[in-house]
Every structure is written in C-alpha cells, then in structure tokens.
C-alpha cells in the first residue's frame, strides 16, 4: 500500500518559469511533511518542510503548500533554474516523538531547460 | 561541518555471501536511519535507532538482515546470504529532529 503517492514520474520546464511538484498522501495521521531533492549517484538533500498545522511555508524560491482535505502537498520552485534539475522526493512522517521513520514517494524527476 | 558517510561506495558480492554496510551518523544526532532503494523505485524504511535501541525494525525484509549501533555513533547494516533481489543503494541517514540528513549511499550488486 503506497501512502505516499507522487503520481507524475517526471515534469519538464523551461528555465524562468514555474515548476509545481505534487504528492498526494492517505494517511491522515501523517503530520510532517518533507521535500528532497536527490542528484545522481548522491542521498537525498533535505529542501524543505512542512507541519500539518500549517498550509504553506516558504524558503527563497521554494514553497511547500499543504491541503490536509485533500491530503495533497505541492513545491512550487519559482523561477526554475537548471541546477533545480534532480529527482525530488515528497515523505512524510508520523508523531512518534523526536524520531520518525519517513515514509516516502516514488520520486518526480525535474527537468529544467534552457 | 561533517555529514552522514557510509562505506563502502560500491560493493558487488556474490550471492550467497555475507556483506557488512556502514554508516557514520552526524556528530550529536540521536536517531539513525536505513533505508534502500530499488531501481527505479522509491525510498523504502528498513529500520531506525535510537541511541543504540531499534524501536522500529518493522521495514527489514527478512531474517537475513540486521543491524546494530554502538551508543549514538556507528552503524552496520548486515545482509546474510546475499540474493539478487538485494541489489539496490542503501541509504543511512541521522536526525535531531524530523529533519534527516542522508549520506550518499552504499551501491550494492549481487551477482
């Protein structure tokens, strides 16, 4: 059962414009959500999150917004830039204290273009 | 400062044999993470500690993987018999909070 759901495997846009990545969840006791983005032949790098009591957060270029009705999460990236080319992975975490195992979606590879 | 490493990078074994993973959290970080990742597929959960305890092992696939931590510092993922279905990057990654930081993996091959 995946609970965790990024549906599109890959999204290409052009350098400047918006990139929208979207994961959408079923477990409604999930109440952390998390973005990272991975390069080849490297971990994933932490990029962003968001606590289940809010429905957006923002860091420079980078948004995170949360729907709990429609368990869905979104990442904005505006503008897009070709190093923003990755795999970017949706996970989100349960409230079982200071440490949560992350549970994980299947990864939207992004391509930025020229 | 220092990340999350492992070792070794790569490692192709026989099926069969026996492979030891390892993984240097980041200094202070409580919880210890491992997860893999199949071709193609998504982060998979094996198993996380804290301190040296594994309260949740509930993502190892069978008897023939385990793993320990010494106090709040290394830890080595151990594969018995090796199969080819095995093969995949094992990613450790440490935490202080629900924000985790991964090293770059260990690229496993059964053969």
């Known amino acids: 059962d995946q609970q965790v759901k990024q549906n599109s495997p890959s999204l290409s846009v052009q350098e400047g414009r918006i990139s929208i990545l979207n994961c959408d969840y079923t477990?409604?006791?999930?109440?952390?959500f998390l973005w990272y983005k991975k390069y080849p032949a490297e971990g994933p790098t932490f990029l962003i999150s968001?606590?289940?009591?809010?429905d957006k957060n923002e860091d420079g270029r980078f948004t995170v917004f949360l729907n709990k009705s429609a368990k869905h999460l979104s990442l904005h990236i505006v503008p897009s830039q070709p190093g923003d080319s990755a795999v970017y992975f949706c996970?989100?975490?349960?409230?079982?204290?200071?440490?949560?195992?992350?549970?994980f979606g299947t990864g939207t590879r992004l391509q930025v273009t020229l | 400062g220092a990340g999350v490493s492992q070792s070794p990078s790569n490692k192709v074994t026989e099926k069969g044999k026996d492979v030891e993973l390892r993984c240097d959290p980041i200094?202070?970080?409580?919880?210890l993470y491992w997860y893999r990742q199949r071709l193609g597929q998504g982060l998979e959960f094996l198993i996380y500690?804290?301190?040296?305890?594994?309260?949740?092992k509930s993502g190892l696939p069978s008897d023939r993987f385990s793993a320990e931590r010494t106090g709040e510092s290394v830890s080595t993922l151990t594969i018995q018999r090796t199969q080819q279905e095995d093969s995949a990057v094992y990613l450790c990654?440490?935490?202080?909070?629900?924000?985790?930081?991964f090293g770059p993996g260990t690229r496993l091959t059964v053969t």
């Open positions: 200094s202070g970080h409580t919880a």
């Open positions: 500690f804290q301190g040296n305890s594994a309260p949740d």
């Open positions: 968001i606590s289940s009591i809010k």
């Open positions: 996970a989100a975490s349960l409230n079982t204290g200071t440490a949560s195992k992350l549970t």
């Open positions: 990654a440490s935490s202080v909070n629900y924000e985790q930081y």
């Open positions: 477990n409604s006791m999930f109440d952390y």
